[in-house]
């Protein structure tokens, strides 16, 4: 079982930058698929990036493309979520999720889920 604990999430004035972090209980070496989710209060849950075991391969949902960057630190069993010119509509809940047998956008995939970080977009 994977615990997952995420954090950096806070309130920024749109323009501005955050990056949350993802640490795993274990290590982050063999997990295959690792991303990062995010829901809005009102919206479903929606798919923001995920890295492959290697971290060679990533993916990006459509509304992050070019702004935002998933990484990972193996040596700290840490997965990144670097957001760059954050808008008001990326305000939402930041969930971070590992198990997937590759990187996906299909949140069933995932097996292990972190409780989420609180990311607000306002000025």
């Known amino acids: 079982q994977v615990q997952l604990v995420e954090s950096g999430g806070e309130l920024v004035q749109p323009g501005g930058s955050l990056r949350l972090s993802c640490a795993a209980s274990e290590s982050i070496f063999s997990i295959n698929g690792m991303g990062w989710f995010r829901q809005a209060p009102g919206k479903e849950r929606e798919f923001v990036a995920a890295?492959?075991?290697?971290?060679?391969?990533?993916l990006y949902g459509d509304s992050v493309k070019g702004r935002f960057t998933i990484s990972k630190d193996n040596a700290k069993n840490t997965v990144y979520l670097q957001m760059n010119s954050l808008k008001p509509e990326d305000t939402a809940l930041y969930y971070c999720?590992?198990?997937?047998?590759?990187?996906?956008?299909?949140?069933?995939?995932?097996?292990?889920w972190g409780q989420g970080t609180q990311v607000t977009v306002s000025s």
């Open positions: 999720a590992a198990g997937a047998p590759l990187p996906t956008v299909r949140s069933g995939l995932y097996p292990y």
């Open positions: 890295i492959s075991r290697s971290g060679t391969s990533t």
